[in-house]
T-cell receptor, first 113, second 114 residues
């Protein structure tokens, strides 16, 4: 069935360290993946996306890696800053049909100064 | 360029009342999605609309919930005869084309049913 999950519900890092947030998905037919950041009391904010024909995509301080063999997605944040503290969600869009996104439960990232 | 706008930001209703949530998509976007989020959980898809059409309502409860996106004006998510279990944050997202395009989210409406 369609489900997206995360390995760790919380992650605590020191300012300046790199952060890695993981996500497992079960629908091998999904062909589009997005990472969102959600701060307390706010809506999800787009960070980066990747399509299934790619293994890696880089943005500003962020990198998304997609391993289709083991159905795993990760978000790497370089030089983590206090402003990066938030809940991070991965979402997948199943191939074909509706454009709905299936979200995981989220990982809460805390950056310690 | 204004982002996705939602109002009200907070809504308090008593059991049995109606709740109306509004969403104005980003300029140039004609595809709207509604999601619901319970505390400490991810977002759950409810409904996907284009102008004047419901494309996918597979995530929306069959009773008491309805959604529309008229030719003019915002998209409306309507919840009739609210119950305490309807208390949640409701987020609207929009995209320009709707075909595996990034969905941009609004700030949400937090509904509290007393």
């Amino acid at each position: 069935g369609e489900s997206v999950g995360l390995h760790l519900p919380t992650l605590s890092v020191q300012e300046g360290d790199n952060s890695i947030i993981n996500c497992a998905y079960s629908n091998s037919a999904s062909d589009y993946f997005i990472w969102y950041k959600q701060e307390s009391g706010k809506g999800p904010q787009f960070i980066i996306d990747i399509r299934s024909n790619m293994d890696k995509r880089q943005g500003q301080r962020v990198t998304v890696l997609l391993n289709k063999t083991v159905k795993h997605l990760s978000l790497q944040i370089a030089a983590t800053q206090p402003g990066d503290s938030a809940v991070y969600f991965c979402a997948e869009a199943p191939q074909g049909g509706s454009e709905k996104l299936v979200f995981g439960k989220g990982t809460k990232l805390t950056v310690n100064p | 360029n204004a982002g996705v706008m939602q109002n009200p930001r907070h809504l308090v209703r008593r059991r049995g009342q109606e709740a109306r949530l509004r969403c104005s998509p980003m300029k140039g976007h004609s595809h709207v999605y509604w999601y619901r989020q319970l505390p400490e959980e991810g977002l759950k898809f409810m409904v996907y609309l284009q102008k004047e059409n419901i494309i996918d309502e597979s995530g929306m409860p069959k009773e008491r919930f309805s959604a529309e996106f008229p030719k003019e004006g915002p998209s409306i998510l309507r919840i009739q005869q609210v119950v305490r279990g309807d208390s949640a944050a409701y987020f609207c997202a929009s995209s320009p084309q709707g075909t595996k395009e990034t969905q941009y989210f609004g700030p949400g409406t937090r509904l509290l049913v007393l």
